[in-house]
């Protein structure tokens, strides 16, 4: 069955073509299904789709499908329902995670029941338990750490790029910092995996470490997986490389062995994306395994969060690619700035502070009238804040067409001495 484009009053006109519904249900937070959804929301169209539900494009830091009001019963949903449902949920969770700011500590946080073993439980109930079903305050807990370690490694005021080694040094350093319990010599430094020479054994001796190792007596074993991905995974597999992509081409070009990549095994719709093109800082969380032969036995995976980042050496948090453009630009011209991952005391949160030069960023992205409107009046809170009074404000209006040298020349010329 296809999917039918409708008017605002619902009104057929014509069929939604399977090129744009595969990108909205595989890749809804790339560039193109982007476009493709701030097109719908310009011409105010909607989505009948498969399963007969009306999915509309509501806008907030990224447009997204949702559904009609009276249409969230349940049922057999179709891909694209499913995808935009998930979608919604792992957008928000990200939002309350800014908003909210929960600090570091465990993602899955799955008890211990006082009957002991929980071998018999499904996976189902195992999700239910933990957190994992529907909504989105599993994805808040898991953004509010990940945001947390990334801030605290220095991720979102880097000077220049990182070596390889460094990067992954500085979050194994906060991991070291979250005690399992108070009278724990452990860490999650001491069950995590990452590139940087830090872990042995790959996926198999994390599992090892879970299930040998872990020593808190009221929450399951929990690890966590870091790694840069250059796209979203397109499959449940997830492969995982101990070198960086250029280390790899090195290698190559010198015709020395290549390691084959860790890989495992994700439900899809357990894949949150926060901007819109890579490379991506991943973060997976990850329960031990203890069915099978402990040969080959790997952690079971729940959550994958995906962030974009400047560059593989350069792991500022980045929205899209004017924001990446930004970064390597104040980067260049060698001044400090800060991107907030969190918002502030008055919820506002802008795209760039230089506080040296007591100047915000403002990064245009999007075309919408709506858009313009939301940013309009962020702006205007921006400007009587407590937290920026006195700050000017300069904006890449990249959706008008600005280039990044006119946007350098205003910004240099913005820049107090």
Known sequence: MAVILLDHKNQKLGVCSQQIVELLERRPRSDEAIAALDRLHR?????????QRVLHVVER???FLRRNPGQNSGGVECRLCEASHHHEAQSEGASAARRAKPGLGFILATRVHAEGSDEARSEAARGRHSGAGGGSLKYARAFGVFFGLMEGAGFTSLASSLRWSEAWGRLH???????????????????????????????KGMND????????????????????????????SVSVSAISDAM??????????????????????????VGRSGPYLALAAASANDKGSSSYRKPIFHRL???SIAGEHNPVPIESNYERETVFLLQRLEIPFEKPVFDDAEGLRPDFVLPKHRLIIEVQGFNSDEYRE???????????????????????????????????????????P
């Open 374 to 416: 939301r940013k309009k009046q962020t702006h205007q809170r921006l400007r009587e804040s407590t937290t920026y009074r006195g700050f000017g404000l300069v904006t890449y209006d990249a959706n008008d067409g600005q280039s990044l040298s006119e946007f350098e020349m205003i910004l240099r010329s913005s820049l107090k």
């Open 61 to 63: 830091e990224y447009p």
């Open 248 to 273: 790899r081409r090195k290698n190559e070009a010198e015709g020395r062995e290549i390691y084959a990549p860790y890989v495992f095994e994700i439900p899809k719709h357990n894949v949150a994306v």
């Open 43 to 51: 011409e105010r169209s909607r989505l009948l789709c498969e399963c």
């Open 209 to 236: 470490r879970l299930i040998e190792e872990w020593d808190h007596s009221d929450i399951q074993p929990e690890g966590w997986l870091f790694c840069v991905l250059a796209e979203p995974p397109e499959s449940e």
């Open 173 to 203: 350093d906060q991991l070291k910092r979250i005690q399992l319990h108070p009278k724990s010599p452990k860490t999650m430094a001491d069950f995590c995996w990452m590139p940087g020479g830090f872990y042995k054994g790959g996926l």
């Open 305 to 307: 969060l995906l962030q």
